[in-house]
């Protein structure tokens, strides 16, 4: 550029004008324009270079011609010809990037109005490369300012531009990094005290960058204020030149607290000046609140660990402990430093040892399973603590390395429980065991049996009379008599007994180590003997009746459940027998006995299973037949037996106590029914109803009575009570006073059964009576015996002068009905006039006011002999055959035999006599067993009708339960009986009888 400066025309002209100095002018002209065309040359070559060495070029664009001139490196950079492109615009903008061509042409728009621009955009040049493109322009004007030419410089871009985004994604990686992993950079330039932080830094801190504006300063007022000197401290040590990390609270906008972790680098010169420290914060708010929940579980942990009532201990696998929780000198008595390092195995002897060491091989072997058991420590004191212990093998967990043991103190517990299974299995009163125990005791000594081959006898013994003793002396006075039969019981206590008590008055033993039943019975005699001296007890000497019912095991029972039930039908056939009895069990029991047990050990079950009913018989006047009253007597409708009679089950209630409840029960349903009777308008009768001695014994007798009647709202003068002669008889001052007590309430004293016991009206002098029920015995042989006619006579005459209402039992026939009309008798009940019937048809009765008397057909009901498909053999003696039953409700039976008298067979069924009311039932199963012309019939049937006979005897008709092959056999036999009854009218070739079935029934033991 030197060459331009200056002007070197001047100064040669002043030197010389001659032609000489022309021609050197010229010449220095000459070389002087080739020089400057060299430099031009090589100006214009540089510059060539030097734009494309810059990735440059230049254009100019005269606004006036509209024409545009490019440089060479322009085509470079857009790839294209100078033909293709021409010197107009239009070819260019074609080349512009289609997302950037609004905005080019919108800038070209200005600098061609002479407006500078600098702009940035793409291209996609002539071969299809994208490109980036920096353009700047420069605006030439003329004289008048106005805009001639536009000058400008391209220059490509793209490595830049291509760094730029690469260096943005790599900033943009960088923040989302710090932004997942909650850490945040920054940077203090200690020379120009400028602090930079990241956008995840600020984020962390809930702050913009305004709020820091470059300055370290701004950004304390965001840590908290206790943190300031910690934080400023550790600032101080990166100024020093030292790196390290802190940890501090930020105060959000929101007053929140977050947590954060910094760390800091310094950086210095060569002169070792810090110039910058780089660091980072990291949000550690989340593992804060983590670890600081962690902190509080562990030291809650480490609290209830010390304090809880559980021990833990981690144990090797040889036994030696390896940890012991404090609680163990609270638990069991030792200190942890008294366990740590010893073997658990030195702590346990005998069972407990060998127990401890089960449950830890177990848990050796099976480490996924928790071994749970309970353990006896003894203490230092030597006293028992029972341990409730958790085993469970974390050998291979890192953090226990061992077995856990975690056991804790049941002893309150383990002592508890024990008192309540005492409790539960022992009588309060004898501490001795009781049913639920006996019931152990008996599968126990079954089990023990059935391994040793050794039997052994189960006892049941059973006291008469001790609820009355209750209720006449008290229960003081029956605890004590039982006191003191239990110690007798145990003065036998060498002979191996064990006692329960099965109940208030029934005791259960089980005697062991005698070989014969004569030794078991020599033990029960004794006991009888010894059980049934008087005792003295305060001031009373008492005396008690017992039975004992004796079963053997497994002679007589192979079960536990079979030894109970036998041994309470030998006690029941030895109650039949009489006090002060045992009895043997055996198969040989009969039907009578078997019924007698199912009675007596389902009687207290059948009021809440609503088996008892209620029967009503009326009273009648015996001359017009009007209703005057009825009587309410109890039937139990059994589901196997049918209905079972107040004589069958009454007596046995009165003795354990059931009667009571009966009694009420009888009384509420009487009540309902009465009150039922007036709402429906029926006729105003009195009823009465019967009761026992043993419940005039009841603790407020009189107002329980009267309470049931006053909660049917009903009048209690319809009531008639009947009492037994021996209430009033033997003078119990507490009878009487209740019988005076309920007629002041307008209740009537009936007694019933007039001569069946004392037969004398000698009581009348210490009660008043309303009402006298001759029993049916006087009235069945009134016709037939003078003393009976006298005795009626004489009573009905003295109970109208004493103002007494006679009412004679058991009107059987018109010539009774004659007989008391004729004596003036006038009221009276029987059978004549209606048996008991259920409530439903005592209802019809009492609608039409009167009951007229009937003939009474005592012949049993049974099939027409038509109707039969097989023929009969009527016999001219009665046949003796056994019954056993086999099968009720489909359960198989295990029953004695029990006789019977055959009246006549066939090969369809039979009709027999029997002493024992059974059911018509076809669920009801029996085995007949007899013997004709030799040979032995045994076959089974069911009962399909029943009448009863003269004497407490009932007739039964039979249908045979058989297959073709054994009524082919019967039809056989039966037909060689017919032949020879035919030939011989005295034919006796089986087990006939020369008696009546009276006579056979009197003199005959029925169970054999």
Avoid at 92 to 97: G, S
Avoid at 181 to 200: A, H, R, T
Avoid at 419 to 447: G, M, V
């Amino acid at each position: 550029m030197s060459i331009l400066s200056g002007n070197p025309f001047k100064k040669i002209m002043k030197e010389d004008s001659s032609n000489h100095v022309k021609e050197e002018i010229e010449k220095r002209f000459n070389e002087l324009t080739e020089k400057f065309a060299v430099n031009l040359a090589e100006l214009k070559e540089n510059i060539v270079y030097g734009q494309n060495l810059a990735l440059t070029g230049s254009w100019t664009y005269d606004i006036q011609k509209r024409e545009i001139f490019r440089t060479e490196e322009v085509y470079n950079l857009l790839e294209c010809s100078h033909q293709s492109l021409e010197n107009h615009l239009e070819e260019f903008f074609a080349l512009v990037h289609p997302d950037d061509f609004e905005y080019v042409k919108s800038t070209y728009e200005k600098f061609l109005e002479g407006i500078e621009c600098d702009i940035q955009y793409r291209i996609v040049t002539g071969k299809g490369t994208e490109k980036y493109i920096h353009e700047k322009t420069s605006v030439l004007y003329d004289i008048e300012n106005k805009p001639v030419k536009v000058f400008g410089i391209m220059q490509d871009i793209t490595e830049q531009k291509l760094v730029e985004k690469n260096l943005k994604e790599i900033g943009d990686h960088l923040n989302q990094a710090q932004m997942l992993s909650g850490i945040g950079s920054w940077k203090y330039d200690v020379l120009e005290n400028k602090f930079w932080c990241s956008p995840e830094m600020m984020n962390i801190y809930g702050i913009k960058a305004e709020d820091l504006n470059g300055d370290y300063k701004n950004l304390i007022q965001f840590i908290h204020p206790e943190d300031h000197p910690k934080v400023q401290e550790e600032m101080n040590r990166h100024l020093a030149g030292q790196a390290g990390e802190f940890e501090y609270r930020i105060v959000q906008p929101d007053g929140s607290l977050k947590y954060v972790i910094a760390k800091g680098l310094p950086t210095v010169n060569q002169d070792g000046q810090v110039i910058n420290i780089l660091g980072t914060v990291q949000d550690i708010t989340e593992k804060k609140k983590l670890q600081l929940k962690i902190d509080k579980m562990q030291k809650r942990f480490q609290i209830l660990v010390q304090e809880a009532n559980d021990v833990i201990e981690i144990i090797a696998p040889d036994g030696t402990i390896k940890y012991v929780s404090e609680a163990a000198e609270r638990i069991i008595g030792d200190k942890p430093e008294d366990r740590i390092g010893k073997n658990v195995y030195d702590f346990y002897e005998g069972v407990q040892l060998r127990r401890v060491k089960n449950m830890l091989e177990t848990a050796i072997k099976c480490p996924n399973k928790v071994i749970h058991g309970n353990v006896i420590f003894k203490d230092h004191l030597d006293r028992d603590i029972y341990l409730d212990v958790h085993i469970k093998n974390l050998i291979h967990e890192p953090s226990i390395e061992g077995i856990v043991v975690n056991f804790r103190d049941i002893t309150r517990r383990v002592k508890m429980e024990q008192k309540i299974t005492y409790i539960s299995t022992h009588d309060a009163l004898t501490n001795l065991p009781n049913s639920t125990y006996l019931r152990k005791q008996l599968r126990n000594e079954c089990e023990l049996s059935d391994r040793t081959k050794s039997p052994f006898a189960l006892m049941i013994l059973d006291i008469h009379g001790l609820k009355k003793i209750n209720y006449g002396l008290g229960y003081e006075t029956g605890n004590k008599l039982i006191l003191a039969i239990v110690d007798r019981l145990k003065s036998f206590s060498e002979h191996k007994i064990f006692i329960s008590r099965y109940s208030d008055s029934t005791f259960g033993l089980i005697v062991k180590g005698l070989e014969t039943s004569e030794e078991y019975a020599y033990i029960a005699r004794k006991l009888i003997e010894s059980l049934i001296i008087p005792y003295k007890i305060g001031k009373y000497e008492l005396d008690i009746k017992i039975n004992l019912g004796i079963c053997m095991y497994p002679d007589d029972a192979q079960d536990m459940d079979t030894l109970r039930k036998n041994a309470k039908i030998a006690l029941a056939r030895g109650r039949k027998e009489g006090k002060n009895r045992f009895k043997f069990y055996s198969s040989d029991l009969g039907i009578q006995n078997y019924k007698d047990y199912i009675i007596r050990t389902q009687l207290h079950h059948a009021i809440e299973n609503n088996e008892l009913k209620v029967y009503y018989q009326p009273m009648v006047n015996l001359k017009d037949n009007k209703v005057l009253a009825a009587e309410a007597l109890i039937r139990w409708e059994h589901p196997e037996w049918g209905t079972i009679s107040p004589g069958e089950f009454i007596p046995l209630a009165e003795e354990n106590g059931l009667i009571i409840d009966i009694g009420k029960w009888i009384l509420r349903e009487v009540c309902y029914n009465y009150s039922q009777w007036i709402q429906k308008g029926l006729p105003d009768i009195k009823v009465s109803v019967n009761f026992s001695s043993v419940q005039f014994l009841e603790k407020n007798f009189v107002d329980n009575i009267i309470d049931i009647i006053n909660e049917f709202n009903v009048n209690p003068n319809f009531l008639i009570m009947e009492v037994t002669e021996s209430v009033i008889v033997e003078k119990n001052r507490k009878c009487i006073l209740a019988l005076k007590k309920l007629r002041s309430f307008g209740i009537q004293v009936a007694i019933d059964d007039f001569g069946k016991s004392f037969s004398s009206l000698a009581y009348l002098n210490s009660v008043n009576i309303d009402m006298i029920k001759i029993d049916k015995f006087f009235i069945k042989n009134c016709l037939t015996n003078k003393t009976t006619n006298v005795i009626i006579g004489a009573v009905i005459d003295a109970a109208k002068k004493l103002n007494i209402n006679i009412v004679p039992e058991g009107i059987e026939t018109w010539e009774q009905l004659y007989y008391l009309r004729d004596l003036n008798c006038y009221a009276g009940q029987g059978y004549l006039y209606s048996k008991p019937v259920p409530l439903e048809d005592f209802e019809k009765i009492l609608a039409k006011g009167k009951c007229k008397p009937v003939i009474i057909n005592r012949t049993p009901v049974m099939p027409q002999e038509e109707r039969r498909k097989f023929f009969r053999i009527q016999f001219y003696q009665l046949l003796e055959a056994s019954i056993t039953i086999k099968e009720i409700n489909g359960k198989k039976v295990n029953v004695g035999n029990t006789k019977i008298l055959v009246k006549n067979i066939g090969p369809g069924g039979l009709c027999f006599i029997s002493n024992i009311k059974m059911p018509v039932k076809r669920h009801f199963i029996i085995q007949f067993t007899t013997e004709l012309m030799g040979e032995e019939i045994k076959v089974c049937g069911h009962l399909v009708w029943s009448g009863e006979m003269e004497g407490n005897l009932y007739e039964y008709g039979v249908e045979f339960i058989v297959d073709e092959n054994e009524r082919g056999n019967l039809i056989r036999l039966l037909n060689q009986v017919q032949i020879k009854m035919k030939k011989d009218l005295l034919f006796a070739e089986g087990s006939f009888t020369p008696y009546s079935a009276r006579k056979y029934f009197n003199i005959t033991i029925v169970n054999l």
